[in-house]
C-alpha cells in the first residue's frame, strides 16, 4: 500500500522538483518553517510514518495537489490540470 511519502515523489517528479527545490520552496513561499532535504527524503522513504498537518498543507500547496489525495490517495490529486508535469 503506497504511503503520503510515496505520493510526494510521485509528484515532485512530475513536477521536475529534486528533493532541494522542494525544501527551496518552503522558505520561498515565506512559510516561515524551513524543511530540509532530509526530512524530504524521509518522507518519501517511509522513515517517517506521518507528516504534521501544516506540513502536509504546505507540501499539498506547492505540489497543486489535494491535501487529502497526498495522505489518503484517493479522490482527485490535481488541484488544477494545468498544473501537471508533461507525461
Known sequence: MAHFG???KE???KRML???DLAKAFYEL???KKINRTAIA???TGA???IEGDNLLRVSTILGVSPF???????????NNSKQGKE
Open 6 to 8: 510515496s505520493r510526494i
Open 11 to 13: 509528484i515532485r517528479i
Open 18 to 20: 529534486s528533493q532541494n
Open 30 to 32: 515565506d512559510f516561515k
Open 42 to 44: 524521509q518522507w518519501e
Open 48 to 50: 517517517t510514518k506521518a
Open 69 to 79: 489525495w497526498l495522505l489518503y490517495g484517493d479522490g482527485k490529486n490535481w488541484y
